[in-house]
């Protein structure tokens, strides 16, 4: 959950990016990371195996600006997407404030939306939450692909009753890639006035 | 598993934990400490911190304990409490307290892994303390009505001022 430090007048939050693999998370990430100004980010740690597929997570720290006199600063993961790194997406999405959830729209991975999509419910049931406590937000990512499938069909399965807000992507132009972030983190933010409940 | 609270710190704790690893890093002799928050905040640091990236070493530093919590889990430990990595030139020694924060110390050869470890072992009883103090503390904090200002007074404008450029 988000850190306040009254001392340091901080206020740091952890956003999760989660989906199947290749869907696209850490393309947000890198993305956010060559378009932000130097002086609102961190350096970008990727734990990554050779052919460049995430292992462990991708870090990206963003520092954002001031709200009312405190400094708010975002720790922006994504997991590793492929199934069998199950054990490591529980361990990176402990403690987060707020989840974009990223779908690629190809009809061939439709059926790897929804297991991860399940997993994440999954996940965070194990750690005693679920999507009504923590913020989510849905992107549908590779809009650009000509075997994307309608908004509609996934927004149906994803996100039947049109409960978090979505954005259409394109992670590899960057289309959409900073209006999911905003969301998210206004989303978060919000949250916290009210205490995290 | 049931869900961490939110971590709020005080100025008065932040003294107090900073005291506290300012002393270890001389009884040490340690090049730098850093207290680190489970979810990979970074809660305090002192000593020689030039040229150190600090929130990477952080969040590394959580995701090293996660996998290694991990795997003592599949071993049938709770946790594995003790670190220690040798390097070349630096050596990092990592304990953890109060079950949520990570206890880092840096050394080099100004001193030996048994000062460090004989060190650690009382600071990290003050430390434990004084985070179960900041852990009440916030419980309390958010059994009543949220957090107080000035975040309970975050208007929508405040956050799209955020992303104004």
């Given at each position: 959950?988000?850190?306040?430090?009254?001392s340091a007048?901080?206020?740091n939050c952890k956003?999760?990016?989660?989906?199947?693999?290749?869907?696209?998370?850490t393309?947000n990430?890198?993305f956010?990371?060559?378009r932000?100004a130097?002086?609102a980010?961190?350096?970008?740690?990727?734990?990554?195996t050779?052919?460049?597929?995430?292992l462990?997570?991708?870090?990206?720290?963003?520092s954002?600006?001031?709200?009312?006199?405190?400094?708010t600063?975002?720790?922006?993961y994504?997991?590793?997407g492929?199934?069998f790194y199950?054990?490591s997406r529980?361990?990176?999405?402990?403690?987060?404030d707020?989840?974009?959830?990223?779908?690629?729209s190809q009809?061939e991975r439709?059926?790897?939306?929804?297991?991860?999509?399940?997993?994440?419910v999954?996940?965070?049931?194990?750690q005693?939450?679920?999507l009504?406590?923590?913020?989510c937000?849905?992107q549908?990512?590779?809009?650009?692909?000509?075997?994307?499938?309608?908004?509609p069909?996934?927004?149906?399965?994803l996100n039947?009753?049109?409960?978090?807000?979505?954005f259409?992507?394109s992670?590899a132009?960057g289309k959409?890639?900073?209006?999911?972030l905003?969301a998210?983190?206004k989303?978060?933010l919000l949250d916290?006035?009210?205490?995290?409940? | 598993?049931s869900?961490?609270?939110?971590?709020?710190l005080?100025?008065e704790d932040h003294?107090r934990?900073?005291?506290?690893?300012?002393r270890l890093v001389?009884?040490?002799?340690?090049?730098?400490?850093?207290?680190v928050?489970k979810?990979?905040?970074?809660v305090?640091d002192?000593?020689?911190?030039?040229g150190?990236?600090?929130?990477?070493?952080?969040?590394l530093?959580?995701?090293?304990?996660?996998?290694?919590?991990g795997?003592a889990?599949?071993?049938?430990e709770?946790?594995?409490p003790?670190?220690?990595?040798?390097?070349?030139?630096?050596?990092?020694h990592?304990?953890?307290?109060?079950q949520?924060?990570?206890l880092?110390?840096?050394?080099?050869?100004?001193s030996?892994l048994?000062?460090?470890?004989?060190?650690?072992?009382k600071?990290g009883?003050?430390?434990?303390?004084?985070?179960?103090?900041?852990?009440?503390?916030?419980?309390a904090?958010?059994?009543?009505?949220?957090?107080?200002?000035?975040f309970a007074e975050i208007?929508?404008?405040d956050?799209?001022n955020?992303?104004s450029?």
């Amino acid at each position: 959950m988000a850190f306040i430090n009254y001392s340091a007048r901080e206020i740091n939050c952890k956003l999760v990016y989660y989906g199947a693999g290749l869907c696209g998370k850490t393309t947000n990430l890198k993305f956010i990371y060559n378009r932000i100004a130097e002086s609102a980010k961190g350096k970008m740690i990727s734990l990554a195996t050779e052919s460049e597929r995430t292992l462990f997570f991708d870090f990206l720290p963003l520092s954002l600006g001031e709200i009312r006199g405190y400094k708010t600063r975002f720790h922006l993961y994504t997991v590793p997407g492929q199934v069998f790194y199950d054990a490591s997406r529980k361990l990176i999405l402990k403690g987060v404030d707020g989840v974009v959830f990223v779908a690629d729209s190809q009809e061939e991975r439709f059926e790897a939306n929804l297991e991860s999509f399940d997993n994440l419910v999954d996940n965070l049931r194990e750690q005693g939450s679920d999507l009504e406590r923590i913020p989510c937000v849905l992107q549908y990512n590779k809009r650009d692909l000509p075997n994307a499938m309608p908004v509609p069909e996934l927004r149906a399965s994803l996100n039947p009753d049109g409960k978090m807000s979505d954005f259409e992507a394109s992670a590899a132009t960057g289309k959409g890639v900073f209006e999911t972030l905003k969301a998210l983190a206004k989303l978060v933010l919000l949250d916290l006035r009210r205490g995290g409940k | 598993m049931s869900l961490t609270p939110q971590l709020v710190l005080f100025e008065e704790d932040h003294r107090r934990i900073v005291e506290v690893a300012e002393r270890l890093v001389r009884d040490a002799n340690a090049k730098a400490i850093f207290l680190v928050d489970k979810n990979g905040q970074l809660v305090a640091d002192a000593g020689e911190l030039k040229g150190i990236d600090t929130t990477s070493l952080a969040s590394l530093v959580a995701g090293n304990i996660a996998a290694t919590g991990g795997l003592a889990k599949i071993l049938g430990e709770e946790e594995f409490p003790i670190h220690f990595h040798q390097g070349e030139r630096y050596n990092l020694h990592i304990t953890l307290v109060a079950q949520r924060i990570i206890l880092v110390v840096i050394f080099d050869e100004r001193s030996s892994l048994g000062l460090v470890r004989l060190r650690v072992k009382k600071a990290g009883q003050r430390l434990a303390e004084i985070f179960e103090q900041v852990f009440k503390k916030a419980e309390a904090e958010f059994d009543e009505e949220g957090l107080g200002a000035p975040f309970a007074e975050i208007s929508e404008q405040d956050i799209d001022n955020l992303f104004s450029d």
